[in-house]
């Protein structure tokens, strides 16, 4: 069973930084497309960021020039850098790792969570 393992979140101030780790206990990591989500309270789950396995990324629009997602095949590990915090940015944050192998595996971390506020 692959499991992911979040950690690097907390509270900040506006305008702070925060990075965030998910290390996946994954056989062959580097062949996952992998992505992190965030839900907000009272929202739905919404895309963050993604990464696929040949390292093309993704953002959604309201992060776009302050979140930069990365990741190290050799730790097992995609990281989200971010910048310029601002309180709507406030969530749990949730990593997933995604490949297909015959069939499509989807696996979620535990959630991480991101408070901005003054």
């Known amino acids: 069973q692959v499991q992911l393992v979040e950690s690097g979140g907390g509270s900040v101030q506006p305008g702070g930084s925060l990075r965030l780790s998910c290390t996946v206990s994954a056989f062959i990591f580097s062949l996952y497309d992998m992505g992190w989500y965030r839900q907000a309270p009272g929202k739905q789950r919404e895309l963050v960021a993604t990464?696929?396995?040949?390292?093309?990324?993704n953002y959604t629009d309201s992060v776009k020039g302050r979140f930069t997602i990365s990741r190290e095949n050799a730790k097992n590990t995609v990281y989200l850098q971010m910048n310029s915090l601002k309180p709507e940015d406030t969530a749990v944050y949730y990593c997933?790792?995604?490949?297909?192998?015959?069939?499509?595996?989807?696996?979620w971390g535990q959630g991480t969570q991101v408070t901005v506020s003054s």
């Open positions: 990464i696929n396995s040949a390292g093309g990324t």
């Open positions: 997933n790792a995604r490949v297909v192998l015959g069939l499509l595996h989807d696996y």
